[in-house]
T-cell receptor
């Protein structure tokens, strides 16, 4: 069964802290997506990766194919980073995305 | 192009009524997806179109649900005889090929009272 698990479900931190959100998946994937969802519902794609590491500004995404695990890191976190972060997998041979439950991140000033 | 757009953004309907949502994908994207998201959960797959062909449907898509993409451009999702359990955010996404970035609309939030 194609599954995606995220942890933690909720994360509260102080401004400036280094944030890590984890994602594990069950079987082989063709790509792993990290997405951001703000209140109101809109989803924005942050990263799509199938190996290694990607960086965009203060956001870093890594993936370990052998361990079936990916992480999203936020450096120097800021209150505007507060949102729900969702990982989603494109499993091999499938068109759809399978989503994790999301991690609700709150950054306090 | 302004991205994926969905209409309406919000819909409140009485139980038993029919509702229809519209999604306009990015124009050059031939793949279009519908997902449903309930409070506190990640989105769940409903159905997928490649051009005008509906190639995959989830078991979540009961016989009260129907989706179309008649000309391979915009898509509609209709729910007949709505139930309170249908209350959710309905998200549309599009992409150009299978292993490319997906672009999401703002979603349609349905409330069935």
């Amino acid at each position: 069964k194609n599954e995606v698990e995220q942890s933690p479900q909720n994360l509260t931190a102080q401004e400036g802290e280094f944030i890590t959100i984890n994602c594990s998946y069950s079987v082989g994937i063709s790509a792993l997506h990290w997405l951001q969802q703000h209140p109101g519902g809109g989803i924005v794609s942050l990263f799509m990766l199938s190996s290694g590491k990607k960086k965009h500004g203060r956001l870093i995404a890594t993936i370990n194919i052998q361990e079936k695990h990916s992480s999203l890191h936020i450096t120097a976190s800021h209150p505007r980073d507060s949102a729900v972060y969702i990982c989603a997998a494109s499993f091999q041979g499938a068109q759809k995305l399978v989503f994790g439950q999301g991690t609700r991140l709150t950054i306090n000033p | 192009d302004t991205g994926v757009s969905q209409d309406p953004r919000h819909k409140i309907t009485k139980r038993g009524q029919n509702v229809t949502f519209r999604c306009d994908p990015i124009s050059e994207h031939n793949r279009l997806y519908w997902y449903r998201q309930t409070l506190g959960q990640g989105p769940e797959f409903l159905t997928y179109f490649q051009n005008e062909a509906q190639l995959e449907k989830s078991r979540l898509l009961s016989d009260r649900f129907s989706a179309e993409r008649p000309k391979g451009s915009f898509s509609t999702l209709e729910i007949q005889r709505t139930e309170q359990g249908d209350s959710a955010m309905y998200l549309c996404a599009s992409r150009s090929q299978a292993n490319t970035e997906a672009f999401f609309g703002q979603g349609t939030r349905l409330t069935v009272v």
